[in-house]
Structures are given as C-alpha cells and as structure tokens.
C-alpha cells in the first residue's frame, strides 16, 4: 500500500485549495442570490449548499490545515465553517438578530483581513472583500434597505471569485507545464 493511500503523508497534505473551493462556492451562491439577479430566489436559498460545502466542508478543511500547523487557515476555515452552519441552521431570525450576527462574523472576517497581510494580494481580497460584503449585508438588514444588502451581495459574489480563483490556481499551478493562472 502506498505511504499516501495509508495516510502517512496526511500531515504534509494541503488542505487550502479544498477549504478556499468551499468558502469559494458558497460565497458566490450566498452573493448571487443576495443580488436577486436570478428571480424567486433569495440569500436562504443558499442554506444547504451553506451548511454542507460553507459548513462541513470548510470546518473539515479547517481542523486539516490545523493538522498541518498552518494557524491561519486552520482558524479561518474552521470559524468560517462555524458561520455557514449556524446561519443556514438557525433558519429565519429577526432583522436585529441577523444584522447583529453579520456584524459579529464581519469582526471575525476583519481579523482574518488583518491576519492575512504576509498571505499574498489574492488571500488579502477574499478576506477583504468577505468582511465589506458582511458590513453591507448587515447595514441592508438592520435599515431595512434592500440596496444595500445587494451591494453586499455583489461583493460577496466576487470574494467568492476570488477564492475560487485562489483555489483553482493552486491546484493547477505548474501542473500544465506552466502557471495556468498567476497569483501574486
């Protein structure tokens, strides 16, 4: 059996492009229906895509990066996995309740903003744009002003593309010959 299939080398794995594909994925649905681009769809659409892909999967991809020694990812996976579940678990709650959870994990999305300043331009903009999109939304919901919960919709889509972007370089880089997508 080789050291891999036996999971010798589970300590040196890697999982950062698994837990960006996942904050990746479901940012871009949470942003996209937050939009209401797409008709009779709304931010709560996104709940089971949230808590599997945002939720279990991130917080797995987490405590790996954990395994790993790498803090950041390691905190950022697993408290933004926490995230997805509770808010697709919690199912509707009132404005307050939810303006004041947005701004909670907006703080938590700034640290991981501020944490991120050694981990590259693209790590930065997820974690950025993460917080912006969470400070919209909560502004949206707390004043009842649906453009503003748009706006963050927007800009969670593109934090999202971001993290997919991210995820997708890293899988592929050199795998091709070449850098397929660069990233600084």
Do not use: C
């Amino acid at each position: 059996m080789s050291n891999e299939a036996s999971g010798a080398n589970a300590r040196s794995a890697d999982a950062g492009p698994l837990g960006y594909l996942a904050l990746g994925l479901t940012l871009l649905a949470y942003g996209l229906l937050g939009t209401g681009v797409l008709s009779g769809t709304s931010v709560g659409g996104a709940s089971s895509l949230a808590h599997l892909v945002g939720g279990v999967t991130l917080f797995v991809a987490g405590l790996w990066q954990f395994r790993g020694g790498d803090r950041f990812s390691g905190t950022a996976f697993t408290a933004l996995g926490a995230f997805w579940a509770t808010w697709a678990a919690a199912g509707p709650a009132g404005k307050n309740t939810a303006g004041l959870f947005l701004l909670l994990w907006a703080l938590l999305a700034l640290t991981l903003t501020a944490a991120s300043w050694g981990a590259g331009q693209l790590t930065r903009a997820v974690y950025g744009l993460l917080t912006v999109s969470l400070v919209l939304s909560a502004i949206g919901v707390l004043s009842d002003a649906s453009g503003w919960g748009k706006v963050g919709g927007w800009v969670a889509a593109v934090a999202g593309l971001a993290a997919w972007y991210s995820a997708t370089a890293d899988l592929t880089g050199g795998r091709w010959g070449k850098v397929a997508l660069p990233v600084k």
